[in-house]
């Protein structure tokens, strides 16, 4: 079984320009997160989607970051335009829909299950 | 806000020395907790996780992890580390009803042959 993939590996641009990112989950897994890490810092969470509703986009830094997940496949992580601060690792990670409304914490049980990570350089 | 603490940022161990990692998290309901390693030029694997039942957790490659929900910890313990052990560990805990993983700032683990 294929793990996650994540697309490119390294990407590096100027300030002010464009970047997308994709991410490939792991078939089946209805839950996609996308994470960053910036040097020296930890890994943050950026959001979550099911299939393609996002569930929660708490993370997300400012509207110059905009995730798509369309047909609840791939999931694609634009920014426009970047910033030098933007410069870090971005992690996509997937996991199973253990999700069951009746319970309590509709998350618990979930593994979540991370792709290589894609190294953004903003110069 | 949750919140996960690792204690140590750089630890230098020889070969054959026994390891324990620190974790403490803040959040006052179940939670999920996890420890992931990232080895040199590689993507973060999982060692172990802990979701309910016996707090002492064992993983891959000999590590485990104990829980102690009255001390908001879950800290990670391999009797005997190996060169191959150098990685870096992040300790990482899930909470209420979300499914995000809050992580600590990870911990550089070097192993001395």
């Known amino acids: 079984e294929a793990g996650v993939t994540q697309f490119p590996s390294h990407s590096v641009i100027e300030k002010g320009q464009t970047v997308t990112l994709r991410c490939d989950p792991i078939?089946?897994?209805?839950?996609l997160y996308w994470y960053r890490r910036v040097m020296g810092k930890e890994i943050k969470f950026l959001l979550h989607?099911?299939?393609?509703?996002?569930?929660?986009e708490s993370g997300m830094p400012n509207n110059r970051f905009l995730a798509e997940r369309t047909g609840g496949t791939y999931s694609t992580l634009k920014v426009q335009p970047a910033e030098l601060e933007d410069s870090g690792v971005y992690f996509c990670a997937s996991s199973q829909a253990r999700f069951a409304a009746w319970r309590e914490d509709p998350y618990s049980y979930n593994e979540q299950f991370f792709g290589p990570g894609t190294r953004l350089t903003v110069l | 806000a949750q919140s996960v603490s690792q204690h140590n940022h750089h630890v230098i161990l020889s070969e054959a020395a026994s390891l324990e990692l620190g974790c403490n998290y803040s959040?006052?309901?179940?939670?999920?907790l996890f420890w992931y390693v990232q080895y040199p030029g590689q993507h973060l694997q999982l060692l172990l996780k802990y979701f309910s039942g016996d707090p002492l957790v064992k993983g891959i490659k000999g590590f485990e992890a104990e829980f102690i929900k009255s001390k908001f910890s879950f800290n990670l313990r391999k009797p005997s580390v190996q060169w191959s052990d150098t990685a870096e560990y992040f300790c990482?805990?899930?909470?209420?009803?979300?499914?995000?993983?809050?992580f600590g700032q990870g911990t550089t683990l070097q192993v001395k042959p």
């Open positions: 990482a805990v899930r909470g209420g009803n979300t499914g995000k993983l809050i």
């Open positions: 959040y006052g309901g179940t939670v999920n």
């Open positions: 989607f099911v299939k393609e509703s996002k569930q929660d």
């Open positions: 078939s089946g897994h209805d839950n």
